[in-house]
């Protein structure tokens, strides 16, 4: 074999090894979209899709009804988690900070900073557009006012790494609870920002909790694998769901009457139709 032909295997060797590291690469901006530790599930009201947030690459993915995945938003955000739509926006807790995202553009449109803030987990909003957010690593609630961009802080021996929470509309009280051992469902009064417990549990490592329509209650728990239903009545606890491994923040969609559980561990997204 002459040198010439030696020179031309090289360079056809070496653009092979080329046109493989551009496909890698165009795949994993391209490819197609993957839950990696979904967290948080929100509707956004102006494109018809769920939103997924994925602490494990900072990606927030849409869902259209049936099933497939697309890119949301892949840049500006490193862990988002709990996330709340108030169209046209939607606001993504983010380590210490809010991110206030154009759901038509699709892109941040400001970021408001949390003073005091470590892990920032579930965002809920009440009827008056103010939001709430837990911190589970500061073992506070803070309060956000969008509009101002004035953030409150709230701390109580009862918050011990205090994760979901949901809007009690009728009680005007937001519900949390604690990723914690014999976790209680604590309730916030909106009026007067006094927390208590509204009802104990056994049960370890609360991630998520929300309300049907009818206004039963659901948690869910990492330490028994399991989701939790309080009926209407409120006098006792059902197991409604078991063998739910690592159910992060549970998500009631009123449109399908769903209840949409991330499996934070499993990456994977599931729906359960509410009787």
């Known amino acids: 074999m002459n040198k010439l032909s030696k020179n031309r295997i090289i360079v056809i060797l070496a653009a092979l090894v080329l046109i493989l590291l551009a496909i890698l690469i165009l795949g994993r901006i391209f490819g197609p979209a993957k839950l990696n ?7 956004d009201t ?16 849409s869902m259209d009804d049936k099933g497939r995945l697309k890119l949301f938003i892949g840049k500006g955000i490193k862990n988002p988690r709990g996330m709340k739509v108030l169209a046209p926006y939607l606001f993504v807790a983010d380590k210490t900070q809010l991110h206030v995202i154009d759901l038509q553009e699709k892109k941040i449109s400001q970021s408001i900073p949390v003073e005091g803030a470590k892990m920032l987990n579930d965002v809920e909003s009440d009827r008056y557009g103010k939001l709430y957010v837990t911190d589970t690593e500061a073992d506070r609630i803070f309060i956000v006012n969008p509009g101002t961009r004035q953030v409150q802080s709230i701390s ?6 205090p994760n979901g929470l949901v809007y009690d509309r009728p009680r005007n009280q937001m519900l949390i ?3 914690s051992k ?4 604590l309730a916030l009064d909106l009026g007067t920002n006094d927390l208590s417990v509204f009802k104990e549990t056994l049960y370890d490592n609360l991630d998520g909790i929300a309300i049907d329509d009818l ?9 028994e694998n399991a989701i939790y239903m309080i009926p209407q009545e409120q ?12 159910p992060a923040d549970i998500y009631y969609h009123q449109p399908t009457n769903e209840l ?3 499996l934070f561990e499993q990456n994977r997204i599931e729906r359960f139709k509410v009787e």
């Open 46 to 61: 102006v494109n018809g899709n769920l939103l997924i947030s994925n602490v494990g690459n900072g990606k927030i993915l």
């Open 235 to 246: 006098n006792r606890f059902i197991q409604w769901k078991s063998a739910v491994n690592s």
């Open 156 to 161: 109580s021996p009862l918050l011990k790494s």
């Open 37 to 43: 530790k979904p967290e948080s599930i929100a509707f």
């Open 260 to 262: 949409l559980v991330p």
């Open 215 to 223: 206004g039963r209650i659901y948690i869910s728990s990492w330490g």
């Open 182 to 185: 014999g976790s209680p469902i």
């Open 177 to 179: 609870v604690c990723f």
